[in-house]
């Protein structure tokens, strides 16, 4: 079992949807919880930070997390084409050991 | 300005050769860190330095070393480059003094060909 999972996708949603991308992971120490956006032959860009359960949110974007279920997730509302690259989920312990996801490639077409 | 920068972005090498990574950054933070991603397995961490006297190996550090000459430079060096190190790789920092967690800003990347 890998120790973050994600569905690699290719997940697709039209314009306007709300697209929901999701991770689970195994290490019940995991402490922080990442969500990096990344376009095709670019770096990861950081979009959302996690670290208690429950809902998060930032503009468009909302993070959640159940950390008894061991799943944490990302919903994209009012989703446009521009948002379509792929989504690396990471997560930490604390002890400097932050480990990625494979990420889930998100279309959005208009 | 670029707050991560590495060089070079792209370079083609044969087997054999000996190749250095370059990444310097200007956000002053003190963790430094070198992953390699490969289509399909997401970022592997390399190496990571939490400061200039301080080096640790990552998950696939085999094949590689680096240095830490200031804390604003961290090179990745391959001392005799296979194919099966082609990849893209990206230099990150982090500053747990700031924020709540431990993000990391990533550069633009590296594209390594080895033929």
């Known amino acids: 079992q890998k120790e973050v999972e994600q569905n690699s996708g290719p997940l697709s949603v039209p314009e306007g949807a709300i697209a929901s991308l999701n991770c689970t992971y195994s290490?019940?120490?995991?402490?922080?919880f990442f969500w990096y956006r990344q376009y095709s032959g670019k770096s990861p860009e950081l979009i959302m930070s996690?670290?208690?359960?429950g809902d998060k949110e930032d503009g468009r974007f909302t993070a959640q997390l159940n950390k008894a279920s061991q799943y944490v997730s990302l919903l994209i509302r009012d989703s446009q084409p521009s948002d379509s690259a792929t989504y690396l989920c990471a997560l930490s312990s604390g002890n400097n050991d932050m480990r990625f996801g494979a990420g889930t490639r998100l279309t959005v077409k208009p | 300005d670029a707050d991560v920068t590495q060089t070079p972005r792209n370079r083609i090498t044969k087997t054999g050769k000996r190749i250095m990574l370059e990444c310097s950054q200007t956000k002053g933070h003190d963790r430094m860190y070198w992953y390699r991603q490969d289509p399909g397995l997401g970022l592997q961490l390399i190496y990571y330095s939490f400061d200039v006297k301080d080096i640790n190996k990552g998950e696939i550090s085999d094949g590689y070393s680096v240095s830490r000459q200031a804390q604003a430079k961290f090179s990745l060096s391959l001392e005799s480059a296979i194919p099966n190190q082609t990849a893209l790789y990206f230099c990150?920092?982090?500053?747990?003094?700031?924020?709540?967690?431990?993000?990391?800003?990533f550069g633009p990347g590296t594209r390594l060909t080895v033929l």
């Open positions: 290490d019940r120490g995991s402490q922080s």
């Open positions: 990150a920092t982090s500053d747990p003094g700031q924020g709540e967690g431990n993000e990391q800003f």
């Open positions: 996690i670290y208690s359960n």
